[in-house]
């Protein structure tokens, strides 16, 4: 079995915890590779609602082996309080561990994300303020504590001991009230109770599953659109999101990587600022908003924020596609689109002078542009009872040809609804693309 990668094609919140949770029944490893609990996945299952922020999505699969890897950033607080939550659910969770690389999220990191935040007056990034951002930039400037660093009290201390100035500075640089430094090391006792048994070195466990060609998931975070180089910047996560760093965040080969799955909403959301060119506003954006069951509306799984909604925007899926290099497309939330009369697809961005650019450009000239759509037919539905491709309308069917036809990959899978069994998963020749037309 291949190693999968499933990422983010937009701007987040795709459903990759519902794709994650279907394909992990044949895992034997899932893997976070990127970001933190800033992420919001929300899964639906016989355990109940769950929006899972840090542990992967294979945690309900009994046997399957959960990886939080190297290259994410880990709130132990937070990492505890899910842990307990899905045992209270009756989640075996004895599967979960943390790599000693990962990053470790501290409160003066949401401290500092709380105070840049204000800071930028009316201006925000629309950050989620879980200090993720912090968290990456102390990783580059190699003032960062390390999952592995709880395991060893005096390089702990030792380490500390070195950035402890940087770390208050900055925090009074901002007007905050920096912790002290017998607190950071209780604190990480604390932590060091808690976690020790779960944190390990990824890599003889990974070597050896490769070895046996076992089936390895690797999970994204967020979309392509917020990644740290070739998404929105600066309204951007900290960390790439693209599948060129899910080797580097799990700790194996690139090209180990056979399968990379692109999930992608039927329609744009996004939460957070930033250009969104397709955005809809009032009763429309109500519409996407609250299409479906109330469990998938579009409000942020993490900070509750309502998303900012519009129509499908394929110049960002190809995008996505050219730097992701997709094998095959999970599109999610179709249902949302039923009853209605067409499907705007935005091919193509204006640019004020009236040339219409195809591809995403840098984000001041983004800033400027207007939608170009194409108006496919819509379809009456109802698709969520729909269990295989024939079972959806043509409209339908021909809306998810044109996506595949666009990231120049087929659509493998349809979700639907919520529910695990909700997902369709497409042989028919009929969604693989043919040749890209936009
Ligand atoms: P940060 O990752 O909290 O620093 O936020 C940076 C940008 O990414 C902001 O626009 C956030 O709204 C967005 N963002 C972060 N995590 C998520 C998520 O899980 N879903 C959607 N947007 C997110």
Redesign the pocket.
């Known amino acids: 079995m291949p190693v999968v990668a499933v990422v983010g094609a937009l701007?987040?919140?795709e459903g990759k915890g519902h794709i994650v949770d279907y394909l992990s029944r044949t895992a034997e490893i899932v893997i976070r590779v990127q970001?933190g609990d800033?992420?919001?996945h929300t899964v639906v299952n016989e355990y109940g609602t769950f929006r899972l922020h840090l542990v992967p999505a294979g945690v309900f699969h009994p046997g399957t082996i959960c990886l939080i890897g190297a290259g994410t950033v880990v709130n132990p607080d937070t990492l505890l309080q899910e842990l307990s939550e899905l045992e209270a659910a009756g989640v075996d969770t004895g599967r979960v561990w943390i790599s000693d690389r990962a990053h470790l999220v501290f409160p003066y990191h949401r401290q500092r994300?709380e105070l840049e935040e204000r800071g930028r007056g009316d201006r925000p990034?629309?950050?989620?303020?879980?200090g993720?951002?912090p968290a990456y930039s102390d990783k580059a400037a190699r003032i960062g504590l390390r999952a592995g660093d709880l395991l060893h009290r005096d390089w702990l201390h030792r380490r500390l001991r070195q950035a402890y100035a940087a770390i208050a500075a900055r925090i009074a640089a901002l007007g905050g009230e920096p912790p002290s430094l017998e607190e950071l090391m209780d604190r990480c006792e604390g932590w060091r109770e808690r976690l020790k048994d779960r944190i390990i070195d990824t890599i003889p466990l990974l070597q050896e599953a490769l070895r046996r060609d076992a089936h390895i998931l690797l999970e994204g975070?967020?979309g392509a659109m917020?990644d740290l180089d070739w998404g929105i910047y600066p309204?951007?996560?900290?960390s790439n999101t693209l599948v060129g760093y899910a080797a580097v965040g799990a700790g194996i080969p690139p090209q180990a990587i056979r399968e990379v799955i692109g999930v992608v909403k039927a329609f744009a959301t996004?939460?957070?600022?930033?250009p969104l060119v397709t955005e809809v506003h009032g009763e429309l954006a109500e519409r996407l908003r609250r299409g479906g069951p109330p469990e998938g509306w579009e409000f942020?799984?993490?900070?509750g924020r309502p998303r900012r909604c519009g129509w499908p925007d394929a110049v960002a899926l190809r995008h996505a596609a050219w730097l992701n290099g997709f094998t095959a497309l999970a599109v999610t939330k179709l249902d949302v689109l039923d009853g209605l009369e067409e499907i705007p697809l935005c091919v193509g961005y204006r640019l004020p002078s009236g040339e219409v650019l195809t591809h995403v450009p840098d984000t001041p000239i983004l800033e400027q542009v207007s939608p170009v759509y194409e108006r496919l037919p819509g379809w009456t539905g109802p698709t969520a009872t729909a269990r295989r491709w024939e079972d959806l309308p043509e409209a339908a069917r021909a809306y998810l040809r044109r996506l595949a036809e666009i990231a120049g990959a087929p659509v493998r899978y349809v979700s639907v609804g919520p529910g695990r069994d909700q997902i369709l998963e497409v042989d028919s020749a009929e969604a693989k693309p043919g040749a890209a037309s936009l």
């Open positions: 701007w987040g919140d970001g800033n992420a919001g994300d990034l629309g950050t989620t303020r879980r993720i951002g975070q967020l917020r309204y951007v996560t900290s996004a939460v957070g600022e930033g942020g799984a993490t900070t």
